[in-house]
Antibody, heavy 122, light 109 residues
Framework: EVQVLESGGGLVQPGGSLRLSCVAS????????MSWVRQAPGKGLEWVSV?????????YYADSVKGRFTISRDISKNTVFLQMNSLRADDTAVYYC??????????????WGQGTLVTVSS | EIVLTQSPGTLSLSPGEGATLSCRAS???????LAWYQQKPGQAPRLLIY???SRATGIPDRFSGSGSGTDFTLTISRLEPEDFAVYYC??????????FGQGTKVEIK
């Protein structure tokens, strides 16, 4: 089992930036495929971004955040980051970090953090 | 991008009854790679089913998944009080973007 814990959410003004962190347990973190998924208040789930493991590294982004958000990882700290720039009101959501399982970029989300709330408002 | 449409939007049932939730894809899902999640208020989603019919670790056998191509079903054989929640499907049959359905709420009648 992989345990996941997010942090870094908060209130930010439109146009501002925020960096979310996600710590995942386990000794094979470098092999983990990790994603961010968000959920606007009262709405459904939206996949945001993914970073691949050592075997098939790579990153993908949802069109809604491409060019504004950047995903990265620090293997020494078992941590995945989501740098969010040029934030807009419609980025307001609970952001979940999740571990992916599957193969060849055909992944589902098997372990989730508790989420961190990002509110974009003036 | 594959669009997933879930029906019904809300299902009103009593404990002990069976539930059938539907998820329809706008195009065929490769290798039937469809997952189902359960989400309760204030909680993170929990994986129930992947690959259309494989139960995740620790999921009771009253939950079952079926389907292929564009039509998938989540069946809960006998609803327990803890099963009242929102359920989402997600396609994982192709590289990102991965998409979710809009959700089906199973509420107590």
């Amino acid at each position: 089992e992989v345990q996941v814990l997010e942090s870094g959410g908060g209130l930010v003004q439109p146009g501002g930036s925020l960096r979310l962190s996600c710590v995942a347990s386990g000794s094979t973190f470098s092999d983990y495929v990790m994603s961010w998924v968000r959920q606007a208040p009262g709405k459904g789930l939206e996949w945001v971004s993914v970073t691949g493991g050592r075997g098939g590294g790579g990153t993908y982004y949802a069109d809604s955040v491409k060019g504004r958000f950047t995903i990265s990882r620090d293997i020494s700290k078992n941590t995945v980051f989501l740098q969010m720039n040029s934030l807009r009101a419609d980025d307001t959501a609970v952001y979940y970090c999740a571990h992916n399982s599957g193969y060849s970029w055909k992944y589902y989300f098997d372990y989730w953090g508790q989420g961190t709330l990002v509110t974009v408002s003036s | 991008e594959i669009v997933l449409t879930q029906s019904p939007g809300t299902l009103s049932l009593s404990p002990g009854e069976g539930a059938t939730l539907s998820c329809r894809a706008s195009q065929s899902v490769s290798s039937n790679n469809l997952a189902w999640y359960q989400q309760k208020p204030g909680q993170a989603p929990r994986l129930l089913i992947y690959g259309a019919s494989s139960r995740a670790t620790g999921i009771p056998d009253r939950f079952s998944g079926s389907g292929s191509g564009t039509d998938f079903t989540l069946t809960i054989s006998r609803l327990e009080p803890e099963d009242f929640a929102v359920y989402y499907c997600q396609q994982h049959g192709s590289p990102p973007p991965w998409t979710f359905g809009q959700g089906t709420k199973v509420e107590i009648k």
